[in-house]
T-cell receptor
């Protein structure tokens, strides 16, 4: 299994500002992902964080709005840029190792934009 | 495309009642199937999984069987407890991505 630490756990931010969320894993993992869970909704994959290269974004998500870094195999950041109230969600980091059919999730970051 | 459909919630049951949460999927090939649980104020945790047809996943008294013929992975528990109150997500793993259903909120009354 993998232990994932995600920071901050929650934040209240002003519209127009940016927030960077950190995800730290206690072991090297192949795959790291970022999800969004809007109020009352399911999880939607934002992007796959690729180590040493640009993230792979899902339809409807763009790098300018959600820049992602992954400098090594245990750490990633997601930035929510130029925030609006519609960005109020829970953002979750997830990790997966190829060949292991199970994903692990961080506790999530509850973001409220006012 | 790949998708997961699960029953709408909330589901409210009395303690010791029998639980079924329906889940069906659409996918190419043979995905792995999962149930994740999200307890109040916590992150997602894997509850159980099945990786091939006719596999039965089980954990904490919950069970689900991978039914290829009906493309289903229904979650069941014979006697629920108040502590089972949570949101349950059915999911599939395809092409290294996990696709989630919308979640079913379960309330268990004492």
């Amino acid at each position: 299994s993998a232990v994932i630490s995600q920071k901050p756990s929650r934040d209240i931010c002003q519209r127009g500002t940016s927030l960077t969320i950190q995800c730290q894993v206690d072991s090297q993992v192949t795959m790291m992902f970022w999800y969004r869970q809007q109020p009352g909704q399911s999880l939607t994959l934002i992007a796959t964080a690729n180590q040493g290269s640009e993230a792979t974004y899902e339809s409807g998500f763009v790098i300018d709005k959600f820049p992602i870094s992954r400098p090594n195999l245990t750490f990633s950041t997601l930035t929510v840029s130029n925030m609006s109230p519609e960005d109020s969600s829970i953002y979750l980091c997830s990790v997966d190792n190829r060949g292991v059919t199970e994903a692990f999730f961080g506790q999530g970051t509850r973001l409220t934009v006012v | 495309g790949n998708s997961v459909t699960q029953m709408e919630g909330p589901v409210t049951l009395s303690e010791e009642a029998f639980l079924t949460i329906n889940c069906t999927y659409t996918a190419t090939g043979y995905p792995s199937l999962f149930w994740y649980v999200q307890y109040p104020g916590e992150g997602l945790q894997l509850l159980l999984k099945a990786t091939k047809a006719d596999d039965k996943g089980s954990n904490k008294g919950f069970e689900a069987t991978y039914r290829k013929e009906t493309t289903s992975f229904h979650l069941e528990k014979g006697s629920v407890q108040v502590s089972d109150s949570a949101v349950y997500f059915c999911a599939l793993d395809r092409d290294d991505k996990i696709i989630f259903g919308k979640g079913t909120r379960l309330h268990i009354l004492p």
